[in-house]
């Protein structure tokens, strides 16, 4: 029953290898979401497609890209991963962007940079 | 984005209800109040929302004042699966962003006693 998916749960990558984490969802939602979650902090987001038009937020790292081939998936892509992107990263979809949209979390990619 | 303020953490004991306050002071009319749980190793999951009236639904209750500068989500019998930290959010239009994002602030770790 799971709506939003992401894989793998768990992703040990090196230092500087590029790595990339999948969402999809069954939702049909317009809209996507990255966030990135450090330990003992609050998700921050990274960057949302609504639709196809990509939207990245102000203070996120050139080294963190995206891509959305369909409606139904999402990628995340760090490009040279550093021991400070070592996080859980969360995938979120809504249905569209307005204010009182609900947001629908998927369990999360937990990302380990050794 | 207008800011929240929660206390760090909270205590209840099981089957009582629980009580959230969330400051808000500089919300703005469109904005609307947005809570969010997160269980440990989960993604975040939305609890409720509200604009002006309060809302209730079958997970909780939330009581916005009629100055609307603060809320109290409340959770009417809490069991042990309830432990989790809660997010006051307030989403409402960014003009720097196209559309309405949801930030998240500190939140509050509820922790149940059996």
């Known amino acids: 029953d799971a709506m939003v998916i992401q894989n793998p749960r768990y992703q040990v990558t090196q230092f500087g290898k590029p790595v990339t984490l999948s969402c999809s969802q069954t939702?049909?939602?317009?809209?996507m979401y990255w966030y990135q979650q450090k330990s003992s902090q609050a998700p921050k987001l990274l960057f949302h497609?609504?639709?196809?038009?990509?939207?990245n937020e102000a203070d996120t790292p050139d080294n963190f890209q995206s891509r959305r081939p369909n409606t139904s998936f999402c990628f995340l892509d760090i490009r040279s991963p550093g021991l400070g992107d070592a996080a859980m990263y969360l995938c979120?979809?809504?249905?569209?962007?307005?204010?009182?949209?609900?947001?629908?979390f998927g369990s999360g990619t937990q990302l380990s940079v050794l | 984005d207008a800011k929240t303020t929660q206390p760090n953490s909270m205590e209840s004991n099981e089957e009582e209800p629980v009580h959230l306050p969330c400051n808000h002071s500089?919300?703005?009319?469109?904005?609307?109040i947005h809570w969010y749980r997160q269980l440990p190793s989960q993604g975040p999951e939305y609890v409720i929302h509200?604009?002006?009236s309060n809302v209730n639904n079958r997970m909780a209750s939330l009581a916005i004042a009629e100055d609307r500068k603060s809320s109290t989500l409340i959770l009417h019998r809490a069991t042990l699966r309830d432990a989790a930290v809660y997010y006051c959010?307030?989403?409402?239009?960014?003009?720097?962003?196209?559309?309405?994002?949801?930030?998240f602030g500190g939140g509050t770790r509820v922790l149940v006693k059996p």
């Open positions: 979120a979809t809504s249905r569209d962007r307005g204010a009182n949209e609900k947001l629908f």
């Open positions: 939702l049909n939602h317009n809209v």
């Open positions: 497609y609504y639709d196809k038009d990509f939207n």
């Open positions: 500089t919300i703005s009319g469109t904005d609307y």
């Open positions: 509200g604009l002006t």
């Open positions: 959010i307030l989403r409402g239009f960014d003009e720097k962003a196209a559309g309405n994002k949801l930030t």
